[in-house]
């Protein structure tokens, strides 16, 4: 029995590296599926079968070949499903559907309502998500599952947000909530993981296996990635750099400490050193018009906030030496603005400067990472379910 066990299992890792390598680099030949697996010719020939009789594989027609056949080519079938993102945001709810490729068949923002009212927020969730499902529901396949992306610690493992500062909330068993209210399988995770993820999968990440993504909205989170694969830590917290302390005198943040990175470099932060300096409180969008206008009090601002994020992310290469930092979430639309004097900063105080290329970007997904990722962490668990589930017999 645990021999059988044990084949089925490794039938499963096999399927899932086979159906990653074909998604994630369609359109792609088994030639080249067989170097990058180390799978043999018979089970790789298999699994490619069970997976195009499955429908999540097609050939696609013939690559270049200097001798002999032109090798036919594998593309992954992101047409079979969709599933449902959700981004839930300290002042915003964000929603789309996507079908398997993470392309967006149907999107919808509304504004939060009270963020401490839990029972608010999942009310508001659940009638974006049935406004989202009847829009597509005559046009393509039933939903597959539920990301949701939350500002936050989160067990991603139970779907339990432990503390949000942003939000007021601690302990809350957001996947539970849903589930009972959506009756579809749900997925919780940081916004900063899941972004990264975005990143990585259909970004301009793909060919990075260290990469640090900066969430810089309200507050700052970060997903890490190394060697490929998200970085979590020994309790699935690690990326919290927004509350890296850079002042120990500092104000108190909304996290119980003092000083810490967001208080300072923040589209919070922003706006109030714009209104201390202009005498005017305006929104963000606001804001960024008064920069396209080159407003010196905008443009001062932005200098100012640009040199506390080259502060944390000076921290962040020197401890982690990752390929490169994104910048996303609201002050990634700013990065023409604030990566240049990052970069600046970065080059004269960075001890790894002298050493390796510094590489900032901004987002190539913008500030719709969050619910990409959040749809991509749904397609990636639904992808995966059978293994998944032959873990939790083990």
């Not at 390598?21 to 699994?47: E, H, M, V, W, Y």
């Not at 443009?299 to 080259?310: D, P, R, V």
């Not at 994104?326 to 970069?343: A, E, F």
């Not at 900063?345 to 970007?361: N, P």
Request: hydrophobic share 45%; with cysteine; charged share 20%.
């Amino acid at each position: 029995m645990p021999k059988s066990v044990d084949q089925t299992v490794m039938k499963e890792i096999n399927r899932t590296l086979v159906l990653d390598l074909i998604r994630l680099r369609s359109p792609i030949s088994r030639t080249q599926i067989a170097r990058d697996s180390g799978l043999n010719k018979a089970t790789l020939t298999a699994l490619i079968n069970d997976l195009i009789g499955e429908g999540y594989v097609l050939e696609v027609g013939h690559g270049q070949s200097n001798v002999g056949r032109k090798p036919v080519l594998l593309q992954f079938n992101g047409q079979l499903g969709t599933v449902f993102g959700l981004d839930i945001g300290v002042d915003y709810l964000k929603f789309v559907v996507t079908d398997f490729g993470a392309n967006i068949l149907f999107a919808h923002q509304r504004t939060l309502p009270d963020k401490t009212n839990v029972a608010a927020i999942v009310d508001a969730c659940v009638l974006g998500f049935d406004t989202c499902r009847a829009q597509v529901a005559t046009k393509h396949h039933a939903l597959s599952g539920v990301g949701v992306a939350v500002p936050g610690l989160v067990d991603h493992r139970s779907g339990t947000v432990l503390h949000a500062p942003n939000l007021g909330w601690r302990d809350v068993p957001l996947q539970s909530l849903l589930e009972d209210r959506m009756g579809q399988p749900v997925w919780v995770d940081n916004e900063a993981n899941v972004a990264a993820l975005a990143e990585q999968r259909y970004g301009s990440a793909r060919d990075l296996l260290d990469f640090v993504y900066i969430s810089a909205g309200i507050g700052i989170g970060t997903g890490l990635i190394s060697d490929g694969r998200p970085l979590r830590g020994a309790n699935g917290m690690a990326g919290e750099f927004g509350h890296m302390t850079i002042d120990h005198d500092g104000p108190l943040c909304r996290c119980g400490n003092r000083g810490c990175l967001e208080i300072y470099a923040s589209e919070r932060a922003l706006l109030d050193h714009f209104e201390r300096i202009s005498g005017k409180a305006v929104s963000f969008e606001s804001f960024r018009e008064r920069l396209l206008a080159d407003d010196p009090d905008a443009a001062a601002s932005t200098a100012k906030i640009a040199g506390y994020l080259a502060i944390g992310i000076l921290n962040l290469l020197n401890g982690l030496n990752p390929s490169a930092v994104y910048l996303g979430n609201q002050l990634g639309r700013l990065s023409d603005w604030l990566i240049p004097p990052i970069v600046q900063t970065l080059s004269e105080r960075s001890l790894t400067a002298a050493h390796a290329a510094i590489d900032i970007r901004a987002s190539a997904l913008g500030d719709n990472a969050g619910v990409i990722g959040a749809a991509a962490l749904a397609i990636d668990h639904h992808l995966n379910r059978n293994l998944r589930n032959l873990g939790r017999t083990l």
